[in-house]
């Protein structure tokens, strides 16, 4: 397999439970108590994304439109508003994911600032649709504020794939 021009390492396969605790992690974040300011980010939505982009046969639609609904069902939200949100955001990752791996991470972060911004429309959309109030233009900070993460979370959590499995003089790799 050719490696991407940003990839200097080979890298282990994701464990499914590392997977898994950081998915959880993010959502347990994103249900802290004491409120959600418009312009804040979506931790999940970065993480959701991230695995959509490096593992799309692991976490895929079905997944995010899961943890759509915990997150809807959590925040007293229109049910279904994160689950569509997450939904057509880890669509439109999945879809550009073999393109995406080719960049650097600032320019991933770059490529996916739309997607983020469509996201929130979405959800924005939803909210006004039946009646809820404009939470007002900072809200369009939240999707910068998400791609300026990217690279911080990209970073992370590729971190456990980085390590070597047996190090030594004779297995640089």
Sequence with gaps: MIM???ANQLLLPANPLFIAFTLVLATAVEMLPGGRNA???DLLAV???FWNVHQPLRVGVG???AFGLVLDVHSG???GQHALAYTLLSFFAIAVHRRLLWFTLWSQALQILPLFVAAHL???????LVGG??????LMLAPVFEAVLWPVVAWLLLAPQRRAPDPDANRPL
């Design 47 to 49: 993480v959701l994304v």
């Design 4 to 6: 991407p021009r940003g």
């Design 122 to 128: 979405v959800s924005l959309a939803a909210r006004l």
């Design 133 to 138: 109030m404009f939470p007002g233009w900072s």
């Design 39 to 41: 312009a804040s980010p």
């Design 77 to 79: 939200a229109v049910l």
């Design 63 to 65: 997944l995010a439109f």
